[in-house]
C-alpha cells in the first residue's frame, strides 16, 4: 500500500513539471504581427495574398483585396542563445517543407510569438518558444475599419 502511494505520488509530481501544449490565441494588433511575420514565408499563400497581409502589417489598408486570408503553419520552433547570444534560429513547418531563419528574421518571430502570448521555456544554454497549428484569419474588411479587429490567431503552445 505505501509503494503505491509513493508511485502514485511520484507520478503525480512527474507529470505536474513535465512541460504541457495549451491553446493559445492572440487577436488585434499582435495577431497581425504574427500573420504577418508568417506570411512571407509561407509557400501555402498567393502572391496576392502575401502582398496583402504585407501591406496590412506595413500599415497600409487602401488594398482592393476584400477575401478573408488564412496564414497558417503546422509548427514554429524558435531558439535563442543565452549562453551564445550571438545564436538566434526559428523554424517554420508547413506541410512538406520547412524554412529555417537565423539572425533577424528568427529574431523577428521569436519576438512576434512572445508578443502574441507564446511562452518561453529553457534549456541547455538556450531558450526557445514553439507553437503548432497555427491559424491566423484576416479579414480586410475588419483591418480596414480601423478598430482594433480582423486579426485573429489560434495555436498550441509547447513542444
Known amino acids: 500500500m505505501k509503494l503505491t502511494r509513493s508511485f502514485s505520488l511520484a507520478i503525480a509530481l512527474w507529470l505536474a513539471t513535465a512541460p ?5 490565441s492572440a487577436t488585434g494588433s499582435a495577431a497581425l504581427a504574427l500573420a504577418g511575420v508568417v506570411a512571407s514565408h509561407s509557400p501555402k499563400l498567393s502572391p496576392a495574398e502575401k502582398k496583402t497581409v504585407a501591406a496590412f502589417f506595413d500599415g497600409k489598408t487602401d488594398v482592393p483585396y476584400a477575401a478573408k486570408i488564412k496564414v497558417t503553419a503546422d509548427k ?29 528574421e528568427a529574431n523577428e518571430l521569436y519576438a512576434t510569438e512572445a508578443m502574441a502570448g507564446v ?5 541547455a544554454g538556450s531558450i526557445f518558444e514553439a507553437v503548432s497549428k497555427l491559424v491566423c484569419t484576416l479579414d480586410p ?19
Open 119 to 123: 511562452p518561453s521555456d529553457g534549456a
Open 20 to 24: 504541457a501544449a495549451f491553446a493559445g
Open 76 to 104: 514554429i520552433v524558435c531558439r535563442i542563445g543565452n549562453v551564445d547570444i550571438t545564436s538566434r534560429s526559428c523554424d517554420i513547418a508547413f506541410i512538406g517543407e520547412t524554412i529555417s531563419l537565423k539572425g533577424r
Open 141 to 159: 474588411t475588419g483591418i480596414k475599419d480601423k478598430s482594433g479587429g480582423g486579426a485573429e490567431c489560434t495555436f498550441e503552445a509547447g513542444n
